[in-house]
């Protein structure tokens, strides 16, 4: 196929799948309470649900998270858009907790796939003189996905009783719609042999990449447990603790989370990445009291507050740390180390979830949510700190990286 995108273009491209992979993994969370009433199953099983999604991913991550290193971005994000439409395509013609299980399964495995790709082609595409484009968009793009999916999604749970019948089979032609057109973007890496060593199931982060990686692991946990706690809780809280009864409110909790995720990314690209970080960790530690104490006193308005508060603290943090770790890797390894970032992004988004959904019929789901949000604050507030101790002791790489690292590399297509 001959190529007819230009880098611009076929930037503008990755933004957009990036933006309706994640409005496809939270479009279901609105549609939750709904399905517990047409299905009947627990709480508990609805963090299953939510959780066997990243256990998919994570193993893609683990295998495939490093494939686009060696075959190229655009095969590799063809052929995940099209795994992703089945799972959307399994979740529009579901009936019943089975083929929920399945579609989030195959929706794990299609996003994981595709992450590293992702986010290693929005680098490389980059205009040279403006190297940070690529994680604010990788970031940005994420949670504007996320926000979208559980907006509209809610609303139309408003609008009438069968949202999923109208939000699945857009996305599912969507998705094939824009396979196709990923195959005609500027390749940017040269593509190299697939050994069986390069599937084999691993965390890998580059000699020179881990001090900037590691640092930025207590804020990744802080930032992805927050969403985790949104996307499959915050349905359930809205309802039977806050008493709100308007259909579409947990769905806009959710877009309002992301949606203020969204303008702390773009926030942060006024910043220093160290500094994002540190304001990020900060809001996000002040967030989670506040979302504890509207639980506490019944105040949507003030659940609302939180949200908002810890959605700008996600979208700094993680920001500034893929910037930090974007500056710290090189074109052959990136979408590796990118891979193993979102094994732990993913790792902190289910498991605190999943051991809430545990808690929930024994501890209550009140009580469970404030050992959770003091979970996510204590950890914040460490992050917090360390990002403090890096910025005043000078322990930190150069907010951007360096000219030799983010020079756009010559395109597989060039002669």
């Not at 809280?237 to 990314?265: K, P």
Request: net charge positive.
């Amino acid at each position: 196929m001959d190529q007819r995108f230009g880098r611009g273009a076929a930037f503008g491209l990755l933004v957009v799948v990036t933006v309706l992979l994640m409005a496809s993994t939270s479009a279901p969370s609105p549609i939750y309470p709904l399905y517990l009433r047409r299905w009947g199953f627990s709480v508990t099983m609805l963090t299953v649900v939510f959780a066997v999604y990243v256990a998919g991913l994570v193993a893609a991550l683990l295998t495939a998270g490093s494939l686009s290193d060696h075959l190229g971005r655009r095969p590799v994000l063809a052929g995940s858009l099209l795994v992703a439409a089945a799972g959307t395509a399994v979740f529009w013609t579901a009936g019943g907790v089975g083929s929920l299980v399945l579609a989030r399964v195959v929706q794990g495995l299609a996003t994981g796939t595709a992450t590293g790709a992702l986010a290693a082609g929005l680098v490389e595409l980059s205009p040279a003189d403006r190297p940070h484009r690529g994680p604010m968009a990788t970031a940005v793009g994420t949670s504007f996905g996320l926000a979208a999916g559980g907006g509209v999604t809610g609303v139309l749970g408003q609008a009438g009783p069968r949202p999923d019948a109208v939000v699945f089979p857009v996305l599912t032609g969507a998705f094939v719609v824009l396979a196709a057109l990923v195959l005609v973007i500027p390749e940017t890496v040269v593509r190299r042999a697939v050994t069986p060593a390069a599937l084999r199931p691993r965390i890998r982060v580059s000699r020179e990449t881990r001090p900037e990686f590691f640092a930025a692991v207590p804020a990744i946990v802080a930032g992805w447990s927050v969403t985790g706690l949104f996307l499959a809780l915050a349905p359930s809280l809205v309802r039977d603790v806050l008493h709100v009864r308007f259909a579409a409110a947990g769905g806009l909790f959710i877009a309002v989370l992301f949606l203020a995720n969204s303008a702390g990314g773009l926030w942060a690209a006024r910043h220093p990445a160290r500094v994002a970080t540190l304001r990020g960790a900060a809001l996000l530690t002040l967030g989670a009291a506040v979302l504890a104490a509207a639980l506490v006193f019944g105040a949507p308005a003030a659940f609302l507050g939180g949200s908002i508060i810890a959605g700008l603290g996600v979208g700094l943090t993680f920001t500034g740390t893929l910037r930090g770790i974007s500056g710290a890797t090189t074109a052959r390894t990136r979408s590796e180390v990118f891979s193993a970032a979102y094994v732990v992004s993913y790792a902190a988004l289910s498991l605190p979830s999943l051991a809430a959904g545990l808690a929930a019929p024994s501890w209550g789901l009140e009580t469970t949510s404030y050992v959770y949000l003091a979970f996510v604050g204590v950890l914040s507030l460490s992050a917090a700190l360390h990002a403090s101790r890096r910025t005043t002791s000078g322990k930190e790489l150069p907010c951007e990286p360096s000219p030799s690292r983010t020079a756009p590399p010559v395109s597989a297509d060039s002669p």
